[in-house]
């Protein structure tokens, strides 16, 4: 069974006719998700540093975690970043620059230890999104049965019945391409020039109505596609999201630790991909396509610690971030090729529209025991659902509209668990243990959905679960300066679809990823 009642969804979806460039739910949550990342300390400790502060990288999470510094300090984070094997010739390894910031402890000697003990000040760079990723699969559960020529067929319905076409329609029937619904000659229809479902392989690549009152004239088209044997899909993507954290904070009578930081965040990311299909006729086709986004972004997060019990060193803390403004830019291209042979391709020009994250809060807590032993929680919140797309000039108000409401039928809200632990057996010697938390941002049964008259040419879509994240980390002083070690695993299932059918098991995927690195720093 194939996708045609959803399709009519998809046409609701893309119900104006304009050909825009945005991205939909799926890429939604990706721009909402953060990696673990920052200073080795902080990933040891799955960053779990919101209440217990003194470490850079707290002033993305809670800002007031940098009032607890009484020194200054520098440092600078390497790593290597692991994904498995390569795709689409790009490799599964990474070294990467993931922070480097500096923040200056100024002291107001206060001799009567009451009113502002520290105003802080820092700046750092972080790498908020690592998007390296390869996937290799064998598309499974196709039982010759399904194909992605389906739901590209009822696209092309759809793209004639509402006289517009897509990417995906255009690329695949331009056999039926002129959208006219009367005064076609039958005679002017079998031109075929080779497209996906015009090729002379489909012998039957639709049915063809006539007008009853005109048996000259075509009434309908009805798009068809052939059941699959066999499939296979390729994906690599890449590219970073990077922050950039403007952070004052201030310590009041020891107590009480407020901060504010001002976020400016700059995106790039690709996404290259390939789908080979092979039919029961024997038909074999090769779809490429690839995709690139850039954004620039800012955002303003707050936070708040407090040790209630002035002589204990239990202290809890709040932290508020505002949605991230992006303007985005993106384009795609695809091309595609029939038994080896060259089809057809194209490539979609910029396009420039606007993107806001959800609200996120937190609560975190945090407790010393004597001089060598350090404990953290965390706990944030963000609901995915609420994220937005909207049009910079209004023009394309509709569509943006329907891709929010798809956003909320596809998304939930997301929580995110923080735990962590250092001891020091020595002052020198510190060693760390953490885990990090994320259920899954999609809601049960969700699906991708692609409008007749879209710029998308990619089916695929995959429901991530949970991310579990285990972190382990080493750390050595002396005198000013310092060397911490960190080692991240990540684990995260998923269900893949290489297209959308309502029937389609999926075929499961994994996506583990392990991160080694180092933070090189001095306090003074």
């Known amino acids: 069974m194939n996708i045609l009642g959803k399709s009519i969804l998809c046409g609701i979806l893309a119900g104006t006719a304009l050909f825009v460039q945005a991205q939909d739910s799926y890429d939604a949550q990706n721009l909402t998700t953060s990696d673990l990342n920052g200073t080795s300390r902080f990933v040891a400790m799955g960053g779990a540093l919101g209440a217990l502060g003194g470490d850079i990288s707290v002033m993305s999470t809670n800002p007031a975690g940098t009032a607890m510094y009484r020194r200054s300090d520098a440092a600078i984070s390497l790593s290597g970043v692991f994904s498995g094997k390569g795709a689409m010739d790009h490799d599964g390894a990474r070294m990467s620059l993931d922070q480097g910031g500096v923040l200056i402890a100024f002291d107001m000697e206060n001799p009567s230890d009451k009113g502002v003990q520290f105003v802080n000040f820092g700046v750092n760079y972080q790498k908020k999104r690592n998007f390296l990723f390869n996937q290799l699969t064998d598309v499974q559960n196709l039982n010759s049965t399904f194909s992605q020529t389906f739901q590209i067929a009822d696209l092309c319905t759809d793209a004639w019945a509402n006289d517009y076409y ?116 024997g038909y074999t ?163 991708r959905t692609i409008g007749y008259d879209g710029p998308y040419t990619e089916t695929d879509y995959t429901n991530w679960g949970d991310i579990n994240r285990f972190c382990f980390g080493l750390g050595y002083r002396y005198k000013g300066g310092y060397i911490d070690l960190a080692y991240q695993y990540q684990l995260q299932k998923g269900d893949f679809y290489a297209f959308d059918d309502i029937d389609l098991n999926p075929t499961k995927l994994d996506c583990d990823r392990s991160q080694l690195m180092a933070t090189f720093g001095f306090r003074f």
């Open 166 to 281: 897509g990417s995906l329609a255009d690329m695949s029937a331009s056999v039926f391409k002129d959208p006219r619904r009367e005064g076609i000659l039958l005679e002017n229809y079998y031109d075929k020039d080779g497209n996906l479902l015009g090729n002379s392989l489909f012998d039957n690549p639709g049915n063809i109505y006539l007008d009853p009152k005109d048996a000259d004239k075509v009434d309908y088209v009805e798009y068809q596609g052939i059941a699959a044997d066999k499939a296979y899909y390729e994906k690599a993507t890449y590219g970073s999201n990077i922050q950039a954290d403007i952070n004052l904070s201030l310590n009041v009578c020891d107590q009480f630790f407020i901060g504010a930081s001002l976020g400016i965040y700059n995106m790039d990311y690709t996404r290259e991909s390939f789908y080979q299909e092979l039919g029961v006729d």
């Open 285 to 447: 086709y090769d779809f490429t396509n690839w995709y690139n986004t850039t954004s620039d972004g800012f955002d303003v997060k707050l936070g708040f610690i407090c040790r209630p019990f002035e002589d204990s060193p239990f202290r809890f803390g709040v932290s508020v971030h505002s949605p991230i403004w992006y303007r985005m830019v993106d384009a795609n291209g695809s091309m595609l090729y029939l038994d080896d042979n060259y089809v057809t391709e194209l490539t979609n020009s910029e396009y420039e529209y606007d993107f806001r994250t959800p609200w996120k809060f937190g609560v975190s807590l945090g407790h010393t025991i004597g001089q060598n032993i350090a404990l953290g929680a965390e706990y944030e919140y963000q609901d995915l659902s609420s994220a937005k797309y909207s049009s910079i000039d209004g023009y394309d108000a509709s569509y943006f509209r329907n891709v929010n409401d798809m956003t909320k039928e596809t998304l939930c809200g997301q929580h995110t668990l923080k735990l962590g632990a250092e001891y020091k057996p020595v002052e020198e010697i510190s060693i760390r243990l953490g885990y990090n938390y994320v259920s899954s941002p999609f809601k049960e049964g969700a699906y």
